[in-house]
């Protein structure tokens, strides 16, 4: 059984801040941080599908939730090449080391860090007892990292209205990248925002432009909402992982974890055309007034 004395999953869209939050959460000994087991390309086997909608109506994601919080779906996934496969059986991933140890020996505090799970969120609280956390980004700083790192010409959107958690005929309107990153945002937030409103004590949101402005205080009070202690070993993180020299990292780096933060909230103004600009503008502004309160 993955038991826990807590239980939390950072989430929200990928390129968000998901793996910095998760690596600053865990920064205690006896935490267990499992990183993406939900990924289509490296998480456990039996998963099909980009941001599992476990919270849809008409979905078939219990089955392997149970099967993965029981400690019973610990396969991950690995590549195709005949000597990574043959090494993985001398060595498992670090993914699967983490997760059966964590079966072995209950970590104090059990962290599925796993943008995947964003469309999961309400599950993951009623049913298993989790906190969660939604990292979220401004959409056009959200569009700019996925166009830095290429990511951009592949938005999952297909994968979504299979699930039944897109309507087919908005995503056949979204025919430029910037409004199919735009149409992501708003589906991955909306839910964040209404899971927030039925769970306010198990929903928190960590906004990256505020982390970046004073990672130290935003992390503190992250630690608040999960109900953890904001201890010496998480701000000696912080203050190791956001206050480097790197602003922007070459597109080979798609993780690079110590960067100089305060340089990075307002990087993506003058960084895109207006066209793009527009379409994610008419796209989320509404949900990201809802959420920032604050000008685009």
């Given amino acids: 059984m993955l038991a826990a004395a807590t239980r939390l999953a950072i989430t929200g869209t990928h390129r968000s801040g998901t793996t910095l939050l998760g690596r600053l959460i865990a920064a205690d000994r006896g935490s267990a941080r499992i990183f993406e087991p939900f ?18 109506a008409d979905h078939r994601w219990d089955d392997l939730l149970d099967r993965f919080l029981r400690g019973e779906e610990g396969r991950f996934r690995t590549t195709s090449s005949l000597f990574k496969q043959w090494a993985y059986w001398l060595k498992p991933s670090s993914n699967q080391r983490v997760y059966h140890r964590a079966v072995r020996v209950p970590p104090n505090r059990l962290i599925l860090k796993d943008p995947f799970l964003a469309l999961a969120s309400r ?3 009623e049913r298993y007892g989790f906190k969660v956390i939604y990292t979220i980004k401004h959409p056009v700083a959200f569009y700019r990292s996925l166009v830095r790192v290429g990511w951009h010409n592949i938005i999952p959107l297909d994968d979504l209205v299979a699930q039944g958690a897109l309507d087919p005929a908005a995503r056949a309107a979204a ?8 149409l992501l945002w708003n589906l991955v937030n909306a839910h964040a925002v ?3 409103a039925a769970h306010p004590l198990s929903v928190s949101f960590c906004l990256h432009e505020d982390f970046c402005h004073n990672p130290i205080d935003e992390t503190r009070r992250v630690a608040a909402d999960l109900g953890i202690p904001f201890t010496p070993a998480i701000q000696d993180a912080v203050e190791r992982l956001t206050s480097g020299t790197v ?3 070459p597109a080979s780096k798609i993780h690079e974890l110590v960067r100089n933060a305060q340089a990075l909230p307002d990087l993506w103004r003058g960084e895109i055309n207006a066209e793009d600009e527009r379409a994610l503008r008419e796209l989320c502004e ?11």
């Fill in 175 to 182: 025919q430029t990248p910037a409004a199919e990153a735009g």
């Fill in 286 to 296: 509404p949900l990201y007034d809802e959420i920032y309160r604050r000008l685009w």
């Fill in 247 to 249: 602003v922007s990292p």
């Fill in 123 to 125: 599950q993951l609280i």
């Fill in 39 to 56: 990924n289509r390309d490296f998480g456990i086997e039996g998963v099909d599908r980009w941001y599992a909608n476990a919270d849809g």
């Fill in 194 to 196: 209404e899971v927030r």
